[in-house]
């Protein structure tokens, strides 16, 4: 599991990109095909086990309709909320010397590296959120009726 910077970097880029693809409604194939990439790489991406070049990054981003620094920015945002609440919810000096360690480490050291991972996909939807649920889009407009005629009732969704 995540040990290092780079891997927690990772973990939460990942996190942040199956989020905004999610938010969308999309498939791991669609936004795949969007960016240029097949499905198995975004799908290594969005659990943290790659981190991409700034090429791919762009591509993503570009898929998401927004430059690759508006990207970074949510991914930055996500990573610094990430350790705000690992900060917070980390027992007072758990081991020794344990303010002197960087605070993905304390967190593990807490909360095991399950815990990590949970504890970043809870930060990262909170950070992209805003504290505020999403909203389901709204329906497509039905057609009106034509002169002289009665609307028709609105279709029932399928049941799943």
């Known amino acids: 599991m995540a040990t290092s910077e780079s891997q927690i970097y990772a973990l939460v880029l990942g996190r942040v990109i199956g989020y905004l693809r999610e938010q969308r409604a999309w498939s791991q194939a669609e936004l795949a095909a969007a960016a240029g990439l097949t499905q198995p790489t975004l799908s290594r991406i969005e659990r943290g086990q790659v981190l991409p070049d700034a090429f791919t990054l762009r591509q993503l981003a570009g898929a998401f309709g927004m430059t690759s620094a508006e990207l970074t920015q949510r991914i ?8 705000q609440v690992a900060r917070s919810s980390a027992p007072a000096a758990p081991q020794k010397n344990a ?29 992209l959120d805003g504290g505020k649920k999403p909203r389901s889009p709204a329906p497509p407009p039905r057609p009106a009726a034509p002169p002289g005629r009665a609307p028709t009732p609105p279709a029932r969704p399928p049941r799943r």
């Open 76 to 83: 930055d945002a996500a990573l610094e909320q990430t350790a």
């Open 99 to 127: 303010s002197k360690l960087p605070w993905w480490q304390v967190a593990i050291a807490a909360a095991g590296a399950a815990g990590l991972a949970g504890l970043v996909a809870f930060a990262v939807g909170s950070a």
